[in-house]
């Protein structure tokens, strides 16, 4: 399975923009990546997804590497209601029923 | 619309024990699944269930059983509980099992198991 890689824990200001990177260097062409958000107290929340082009919601933005083996979600202005685990995730298109968390970024957002 | 609906919230249970951690969607969703989520990690997957009638296992599915008589339910069996499977466990659903279908989770049930 082709695993991705984020960082333990960051930091932002509020109001500031927040760019969370993961690294999934092995990834195939059939993976679609995810992100979810998880906060306190709370199971996890699906935030966006993309295959090979930037994407944009109302949550957040995704920013795709041109040769895929890495991405960034981009908060625009983060709020302390944006404090939370950040779980990047690939999902294979022929196998996506097992679909596997990692540890995360802790993201702590100081007003 | 409730959504996933996990119950009970916490439940204290002693070594060898058995009981049933209970998932319901009311969102037509053919997909759910179960995760376990230990203090500092991440999930990881126990079981899924592609529909009613089929389930799989994930990536610790020992210790855990679970059927799926109903679209709308999913629950989980522990046999015999074990202080290892102290955890919180979450639930989750999507409208199929795809790249496109977004998980949708319960809040947890918190388990201890002395």
């Known amino acids: 399975d082709a695993k991705t890689t984020q960082p333990n824990s960051m930091e932002s200001n509020e109001e500031e923009p927040v760019h969370l990177p993961c690294n999934h260097s092995?990834?195939?062409?059939?993976?679609?990546i995810h992100w979810y958000r998880q906060l306190p107290s709370q199971g996890p929340e699906y935030v966006i997804h993309?295959?090979?082009s930037n994407v944009n919601n109302r949550m957040a933005s995704l920013a795709i590497a041109e040769d895929r083996k890495s991405s960034t979600l981009i908060l625009h202005r983060a709020t302390l209601r944006d404090a939370a685990v950040y779980y990047c995730i690939l999902r294979d298109v022929y196998n996506n029923n097992d679909m596997r968390f990692g540890a995360g970024t802790r993201l702590t957002v100081k007003p | 619309n409730a959504g996933v609906t996990q119950t009970p919230k916490f439940q204290v249970l002693k070594t060898g024990q058995s009981m049933t951690l209970q998932c319901a969607q009311d969102m037509n969703h053919e997909y759910m699944s179960w995760y376990r989520q230990d203090p500092g990690m991440g999930l990881r997957l126990i079981h899924y269930?592609?529909?009613?009638?089929?389930?799989d296992q994930g990536e610790v599915p020992n210790g855990y059983n679970v059927s799926r008589s109903t679209t709308e339910d999913f629950p989980l069996r522990l046999l015999s509980a074990a202080p290892s499977q102290t955890s919180v466990y979450f639930c989750?659903?999507?409208?199929?099992?795809?790249?496109?279908?977004?998980?949708?989770f319960g809040n947890g049930t918190r388990l201890t198991v002395t």
């Open positions: 092995t990834i195939s062409g059939t993976d679609y």
């Open positions: 993309g295959l090979t």
């Open positions: 269930s592609v529909g009613a009638g089929i389930t």
């Open positions: 989750a659903s999507s409208y199929e099992g795809t790249k496109y279908s977004p998980l949708h």
